[in-house]
């Protein structure tokens, strides 16, 4: 017998192929379980389970849930590798560190120096207590630089403040927001019993939504009244999903909306449901957003205390993908996969969510729902900058601002004019130099664009976009190109790697901006494939501030 024979025979034939489950495993995830049901689509709710109870994921952990779930190994492994915030310990290696620090990486943070804040929390921390952990975009660019102590969020962070905060509760600081009492006060709820009681017909509230100019403002801007009707001629049963999983660097509108008036956002999802037809809805959350996930629980209950809710609301937790903010790549994430992007043709309102037809809408634009059926269509239209842009806009600000945060103001209010009336100005010894209108993807421009209005098709014939209208400031301060080859390589992290023209077109990207004397000609080649090969919005849009950079400030690459 050969060696070959021998190292075979050794194995016990009594047991499967593969890695064996054990049973204190399983009586362990078991537990953290608890009455969760094993189904497909709550896998990535159990991995956090799991990672909440223990601060990491083992080999026994991910084989004992394969095993409560009736699904193989390889495609648990596959999605718990997928996600960012899933620490996979993998055998031998050793756990990570009891407490990690997150500090933000992206543009906004970076210009508020998380860098310098990263290496100095490197050097003074022991990193067998705290783990150092840098991170894309928080959703607290407000606050640079922003990080999170555990599931603590910490604004304008320091290295003391951020060592100390390791060594308290570790738990969100739940801020004072408007509880379902205060809400139904002042009339909340009042214009959701008027369409339950059919005082104001399915039809009657599109046709105010299609009137009031209502857009999509996750960062497509489709009309809502339209997408309304598109979803409700498919033969149902249909869903609802909110896309709460603003990654956009730059975006923190929805996190402030719900910290404050999360009933809102509720009563709009209610009332979209209600006039659609869809039997439940689905609330996807940032992991990022620990507390915003504490109030959606407790308000969600409340709701249901109440008797309010029609149908049922579930929460699900993402795990730190910016892909999953793109729709489809949301809904596989839903149902307990990675967060791939679907091709498409079909369009999720046809092909959604479990294979039906599904109505997706984002944080902000359901919070205008029940104020514009409550209001009126020219209520809401008549607040534009002009007749040419409809309604109200949550800007996002951070930058080199006095007054970073969310402002409330009219769509189509031009750059210059926003930061003078509603961030108090350039901050001190800063001039504007260049601004992104629409995040990481949006784009970047010059400050002689200072004057076009901020809104849908206003960027586009200037290769860029409004998006979830996310400004960042840059300043005379500021090096484009690093500001460009930071948001590359962001792109290039968050890749799903689903399709090679994003997967290694970023990557490439990030080396040649990275290098010495880049080539204009080998960029916009390579821009060009990613824009027109890759499968979704990513890969389609990451070349966007390369394409500028080149355009607008070609001194930066000399």
């Known amino acids: 017998m050969n060696q070959a024979s021998k190292e075979f025979a050794r194995r016990d034939a009594s047991q499967p192929k593969g890695r064996q489950v054990e049973e204190a495993a399983l009586e362990e995830v078991s537990r953290l379980l608890g009455e969760m049901p094993r ?36 495609e648990v492994y596959e999605v718990a590798t997928f996600y960012h915030h899933f620490d996979v310990v993998k055998e031998g290696e050793a756990a990570p560190a009891p407490v990690t620090i997150r500090v933000c990486e992206s543009l906004t943070c970076t210009l508020a120096g998380s860098a310098r804040l990263i290496e100095t929390l490197k050097a003074s921390t022991d990193p067998e207590r705290l783990r150092i952990q840098p991170v894309p975009c928080i959703g607290a660019c407000d606050k640079a630089p922003a990080a999170q102590v555990g599931k603590r969020a910490m604004g304008k962070a320091s290295a003391e403040a951020l060592t100390e905060a390791a060594t308290g509760p570790l738990a969100p600081v739940i801020p004072d927001y408007e509880g379902l009492a205060a809400y139904r006060a002042t009339g909340g709820y009042g214009t959701y ?48 999903t909110v896309n709460g999983d603003e990654g956009e660097p730059g975006t923190f509108k929805d996190r402030w909306w719900l910290e404050r008036q999360p009933h809102r956002m509720l009563e709009g999802a209610l009332i979209a449901a209600h006039v659609v037809g869809c039997e439940r809805i689905y609330i996807y959350m940032r992991d990022e957003y620990p507390a915003v996930l504490e109030i959606l629980r407790a308000e969600v209950e409340a709701l249901e205390h109440a008797g309010l809710a029609h149908v049922p609301i579930e929460i699900r937790r993402g795990a730190g993908a910016y892909i999953c903010g793109e729709e489809s790549a949301m809904i596989e994430s839903i149902e307990g996969k990675r967060g791939l992007p679907r091709h498409r043709p079909p369009y999720i309102a046809e092909v959604g969510l479990f294979g039906r037809p ?22 809401f239209a008549d607040q534009g900058q002009d007749a040419d842009h409809s309604g109200l806009r949550s800007y996002s600000v951070s930058g080199r601002v006095a007054e970073p945060g969310v402002k409330l103001a009219p769509a189509g209010i031009p750059l210059r004019q926003l930061i003078e009336e509603h961030c108090g100005g350039m901050a ?31 960027f586009e014939p200037h290769g860029g976009f409004i998006g979830s209208h996310a400004v960042m ?13 930071n ?67 070609p001194e930066e690459l000399a």
């Open 193 to 240: 019993e008027k369409i339950r009681a059919g005082d104001i017909s399915p039809e009657a509230a599109i046709e105010t939504m299609s009137d009031a100019g209502l857009r999509g403002l996750g960062g497509a801007g489709f009309p809502a009244g339209k997408k309304w009707g598109f979803v409700r001629g498919y033969e149902g049963p249909r869903l609802m």
């Open 39 to 74: 189904r497909r689509d709550m896998l990535i709710e159990a991995l956090h389970l799991i990672q909440d109870g223990r601060g990491h994921l083992s080999a026994a952990h991910l084989a004992a849930l394969a095993e409560l779930f009736r699904m193989s190994q390889a």
């Open 428 to 458: 001190e010894g800063h001039e504007l130099k260049a601004f992104l209108p629409g995040g990481a993807s949006g784009g970047i421009f010059p400050a002689s664009m200072a004057d076009t209005p901020l809104n849908f098709g206003c």
């Open 487 to 553: 948001l590359i390589r962001f792109f290039e992290h968050e890749s799903c790697g689903q399709c090679t023209p994003c997967r290694s077109g970023t990557a490439k990207a990030a080396a040649i901006l990275a290098g010495d004397a880049p080539s204009t000609d080998l960029l916009n080649d390579l821009v060009t494939v990613m824009t027109d090969s890759s499968i979704c919005g990513l890969g389609q849009a990451a070349g966007n501030p390369i394409r500028h950079l080149i355009r607008y400030f």
């Open 358 to 379: 599904t109505l997706n809408h984002n944080v902000e634009t359901l919070l205008w729902v029940p104020e514009i059926l409550r209001h009126g269509a020219a209520w």
């Open 473 to 485: 400031i840059l300043s005379q301060q500021d090096s484009i190109r690093e500001a460009v080859l």
